[in-house]
């Protein structure tokens, strides 16, 4: 089993311990230390307390409750986290100072974005701190977590006044063990989240995206026995075997008997973890095993019994793989009829809180709206929720980390922090049939320094999950003198990659016209798959034109640049996935067109209240088609 200290021994941005995470000076703080944090992989399926709801929150423009004006520790009339009834105290001493009170502060709900709070918080990028109390489970047993499914940026996380960890990323998950902290009746969580990315992030600044900052995914008290199962990973190998590998953490994880259970398939495989408490085997299949398909998304109630913990999961079986310039699903070429999202909920005011049912609305379009088999959810690791759903409904996925644009790539820190958010997406979701590609980039420059860090993240792929397929979003050069649009992959990193993804805009950020792009001739790696894993073109939701040559933004544009761009993809060879930007209008600075965009990029072939363009019929034509062939 990798476990997370194997493969960053480099650094773990993630710190479990009260000891590491003492009040530190700014923000910024990076503390690498060789702990690594439980995984808690299922959690969601855990029994726990939701602490999603009411939350106090104050903002702390200038970090005051991180560090003092000389950078020093904090005044502790600015430690948001301390344990006190700042009104009592100061009404019973007036020596007392807070300038704060977190328990008569503005409420929020959470998950949710700051941005979406009050108009005041709209473009607010910093750090904010979150409170509330909740009442811990007595009597209380075994062990206690608590476990964020994402908050954005960089965390911090304070219960009863004592540091319990930080973390950063803004996509993925992390926990902290809190049993010895929790106390009968209330207790007070503290949480401070820092949205504000520098060159040094992952992602950068710039992007083209809404910067979401909060606590945008739900916080939960998680219990489980003292030993438990905290890593867990069971899948068909290519070779067409069932392996399961699993870790336990706790005083019994050595030399612990343990049991793999599919009920369904009668199925009961009993082995014994070793000194680390790992335990790794591999059987044949069981004859009735049902395999997971778009098709068919069959998934099977899986369990490894480990002493008193029964780890639970929802687990679907199937391989993917290449073969020559095909992808396999299962033995079987397929071809992935798909669309890029970001994540983001249909609605006038999005605040990136992704629940089932928005994750259904949003996967419903590309099912059933567009006869889709696939989606892009770029550029980050999206919600569980979103996974999940992809799972149930049977939707491929291609899954990405933000290493986006103009990365640091000879910064250290920034590699660590890539190769972590790496680590804890590919962790939080190997169990999931729905993922078939993980990507390390999207539009990167090629330079030595990004060649060897890309190689990098490709190997940690490799080493994490040797069963699904490694790409990234890759940019082409255009040959400026050719008759025709002539474009050549020329990116080294190509090399060792799985399947060539690229990004595509001629007819939209070029001067071409729509009707040359079917000429368009491209230089491709012979051998591997080609996916589009964007192009697009951005209409105004209404806005139309019907003359012979409709004007950009207007929706009669989009649908013939959609027409003509699917016919100038149809004809290239390795064509295996298409993966057009995007279902769904979505918010993004960089776009202030004032007639068209108001602040969101509109090449959604949907509104972002979810009304449908022109050419999202189009390319629902061309999947039908497609589907009807059987590709
Ligand atoms: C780029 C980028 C997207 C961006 C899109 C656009 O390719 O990958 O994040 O939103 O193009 O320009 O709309």
Not at 108 to 119: G, K
Not at 229 to 249: E, I, K, N, S, Y
Request: glycine fraction near 8%; charged fraction near 25%.
């Amino acid at each position: 089993m990798i476990k997370m200290q194997a493969l960053l021994a480099v650094a773990v941005i993630c710190t479990a311990s009260a000891a590491h995470a003492a009040h530190a000076t700014p923000a910024r703080l990076r503390l690498a230390t060789v702990e690594s944090s439980p995984l808690l992989v299922g959690a969601e399926l855990r029994p726990g307390i939701d602490l999603s709801g009411t939350w106090n929150y104050s903002i702390d423009p200038y970090r005051t409750g991180q560090a003092g004006f000389h950078g020093e520790s904090p005044d502790p009339g600015q430690q948001r986290w301390r344990d006190v009834d700042v009104r009592a105290a100061m009404a019973n001493d007036n020596r007392v100072l807070y300038e704060f009170d977190m328990a008569h502060s503005p409420v929020t709900t959470l998950p949710s974005s700051w941005l979406t709070e009050a108009a005041e918080l709209r473009h607010y990028q910093g750090l904010i701190w979150y409170q509330r109390t909740f009442k811990a489970p007595a009597p209380r047993a075994g062990r206690q977590f608590l476990r964020f499914g994402a908050a954005n940026y960089w965390t911090v996380v304070y219960l009863n006044g004592h540091a319990v960890g930080r973390h950063e990323g803004g996509f993925t998950p992390f926990a902290f063990e809190v049993t010895q902290l929790l106390r009968d009746g209330d207790n007070q969580i503290t949480v401070g989240v820092d949205s504000q990315a520098t060159p040094a992030t992952v992602p950068p600044p710039v992007t083209d995206w809404e910067n979401y900052g909060g606590v945008t995914r739900p916080v939960r008290l998680i219990s489980t026995p003292e030993t438990y199962v905290d890593d867990a990973w069971v899948r068909l190998t290519r070779q067409g075997m069932l392996a399961v590998d699993a870790h336990l953490d706790g005083g019994r994880a050595a030399h612990s008997p343990v049991h793999l259970r599919i009920a369904e398939l009668g199925l009961d495989l009993a082995g014994t973890t070793d000194a680390q408490g790992n335990w790794h085997a591999i059987r044949a299949v069981p004859r009735a095993l049902v395999r997971w398909s778009p098709e068919s998304p069959k998934l099977y109630e899986v369990g490894i019994d480990a002493g008193e913990d029964h780890w639970r999961d929802r687990i679907g079986f199937r391989t993917v793989e290449t073969r020559g310039a095909d992808i396999l699903l299962n033995g079987k070429p397929i071809f992935l009829r798909g669309i890029s999202l970001h994540e983001e909920e249909i609605g006038p005011n999005p605040t990136r809180d992704m629940t089932p049912d928005a994750a259904r609305a949003l996967l419903g379009e590309v099912k059933d709206g567009l006869h889709g088999n696939y989606v892009r959810l770029a550029h980050y690791p999206h919600s569980e929720a979103m996974t999940r759903m992809a799972d149930e409904m049977g939707l491929l996925v291609w899954s990405e980390v933000p290493v986006y644009w103009l990365v640091a790539w000879s910064n250290p820190d920034t590699l660590a922090t890539a190769r972590n958010m790496l680590a804890e997406n590919i962790l939080r979701d190997r169990n999931r049939a729905s993922i078939a590609i993980w990507s390390v980039a999207n539009e990167t420059p090629v330079n030595e320094a990004r060649n060897a860090f890309l190689r990098q993240l490709v190997s940690d792929v490799r080493r994490l999950d040797d069963s699904r397929l490694v790409s990234a979003a890759l940019l082409v050069d255009r040959d400026p003198k050719a008759s025709v649009p002539t474009m050549t992959m020329v990116d080294p990193l190509a090399e060792v990659l799985d399947v060539v993804a690229i990004n595509t805009y001629n007819g939209w950020y070029t001067a071409d016209r729509l009707a040359d792009l079917p000429g368009s001739v491209w230089h491709l790696p012979a051998g591997k798959p080609l996916i589009f894993s964007e192009f697009g073109a951005d209409a105004k939701a209404g806005f139309v034109d019907e003359r012979a040559a409709p004007r950009k933004f207007s929706e009669q544009y989009q649908a013939d640049y959609y027409r003509k761009t699917l016919e100038m993809a149809n004809r290239i060879p390795t064509l295996r996935g298409l993966s057009p930007w995007i279902l769904k209008d979505f918010r993004s600075p960089r776009r202030q067109n004032p007639d068209f965009q108001q602040g969101w990029n509109r090449k959604g072939l949907i509104s972002e209240t979810g009304r449908r363009k022109l050419a999202f019929q189009v390319l629902a034509d061309d999947y039908e088609k497609k589907q009807a062939a059987g590709r």
